[in-house]
T-cell receptor, first 113, second 117 residues
């Protein structure tokens, strides 16, 4: 089975602090997409970011940034200047073959006002 | 992004009945959709890959006769939980695979909460 490790089960931060979520995965694919999704209390999964495995340039999109290192199979995600609306469960989703995604256990982020 | 809808959003049924859940891509066509289930405070577990015009591909341990999947059009996949039992109570989520500008993404529906009494 696909292995995705999101080690931090629950993370609490005070509003405006930065929060970084770690993700380490295993895959047999050589080229692939990686994703981060957010699941607020309503339950719907919201697409956040996508990364191509052949592009290791780290990027910033608004308050989100990510650090992808293919050599160590890590895909870390940072929320800058957190807000209460960022409180949710965040899932890392690497490939699973045949266009499928594997989901980690998720990081519960609690932003305290 | 792309919009994926699910219907119903919530359903309560008696044990032994069958429940059909619809997953629709509203503003795009999806040859591939996926069905997941999620138990409280757990991760998403992929159940099956739904392919338009062909049989679904089920993950190991998922009973295909229990969870019937039909992907009859490019915008609709249905999951039918047959002879539902309390242990089938869960949050069922579908997603649709989208390729735009060479970039691939899965967009998710809002989910269906099933409670079997």
């Amino acid at each position: 089975a696909q292995k995705v490790t999101q080690a931090q089960t629950e993370i609490s931060v005070v509003e405006k602090e930065d929060v970084t979520l770690d993700c380490v995965y295993e895959t047999r694919d050589t080229t692939y997409y990686l994703f981060w999704y957010k699941q607020p209390p309503s339950g719907e999964l919201v697409f956040l970011i996508r990364r191509n495995s052949f592009d290791e340039q780290n990027e910033i999109s608004g308050r989100y940034s990510w650090n992808f290192q293919k050599s160590t199979s890590s895909f870390n995600f940072t929320i800058t200047a957190s807000q209460v609306v960022d409180s949710a469960v965040y899932f890392c989703a690497p490939p699973y073959g045949n266009n499928r995604l594997a989901f980690g256990k998720g990081n519960q982020v609690v932003v305290i006002p | 992004g792309a919009v994926v809808s699910q219907h119903p959003s919530r359903v309560i049924c008696k044990s032994g009945t069958s429940v059909k859940i619809e997953c629709r891509s509203l503003d795009f066509q999806a040859t591939t959709m996926f069905w997941y289930r999620q138990f409280p405070k757990q991760s998403l577990m992929l159940m099956a890959t739904s392919n338009e015009g062909s049989k679904a591909t089920y993950e190991q341990g998922v009973e295909k006769d229990k969870f019937l999947i039909n992907h009859a059009s490019l915008t609709l996949s249905t999951l039918t939980v047959t002879s539902a039992h309390p242990e089938d109570s869960s949050f069922y989520i579908c997603s649709a695979r989208v390729i735009r500008g060479g970039q691939e993404t899965q967009y998710f529906g809002p989910g269906t909460r099933l409670l079997v009494l």
